[in-house]
C-alpha cells in the first residue's frame, strides 16, 4: 500500500491517498486499485499504477525504511523532530504540544 501513496504524491494527493488506506485497510492489490479508482480523488490512475511500481517510487520507500533504521524508529507512527524522538499513536493535543515545544508549527491544512 506504501507505494500507491508514495506514487499519490505525484498527483498532489499523498495524504488523501495514505489516510484513506489505513482507514479501508484494503487487502491486495486489486483491492487497493478498486478502492482508489472510486475513493472521488480525481487521480490518474493508469499514472498512479505505472508509478507506484516505479524505481523511484521503491527507492523513496527504501530510503524511509533506511531512515527509520539508522534513527532506531522500529514501530509507528513515528516522528522526529531535530534530536526529539517520539513514538507510537497520540492524540492531536498532544501531539500538537509535543510539535509546538520542539519548534515546529503544526500545519492545519493538510490536505489542501
Not at 509546538?100 to 489542501?112: A, C, M, T, V
Request: glycine fraction near 8%; aromatic fraction near 10%; hydrophobic fraction near 35%.
Amino acid at each position: 500500500m506504501a507505494n500507491y501513496a508514495e506514487a499519490a504524491r505525484n498527483q498532489g494527493k499523498f495524504w488523501e491517498v495514505h489516510s484513506l488506506l489505513f482507514e479501508k485497510k484494503p487487502n491486495g492489490e486489486d483491492a487497493v486499485v478498486e478502492l482508489l479508482k472510486n475513493s472521488g480523488f480525481g487521480l490518474d490512475m493508469d499514472k498512479l499504477q505505472k508509478d507506484a511500481h516505479s524505481p523511484e517510487v521503491a527507492k523513496e520507500i527504501q530510503d524511509d525504511i533506511n531512515y527509520a533504521f539508522s534513527n532506531n524508529m522500529i514501530g509507528t507512527p513515528s516522528i522526529k523532530i531535530g534530536d526529539k524522538f517520539e513514538m507510537g499513536i497520540k492524540g492531536y493535543p498532544e501531539l500538537k504540544k509535543w510539535v509546538s515545544e520542539n519548534g515546529g508549527e503544526p500545519n492545519y491544512n493538510i490536505f489542501k
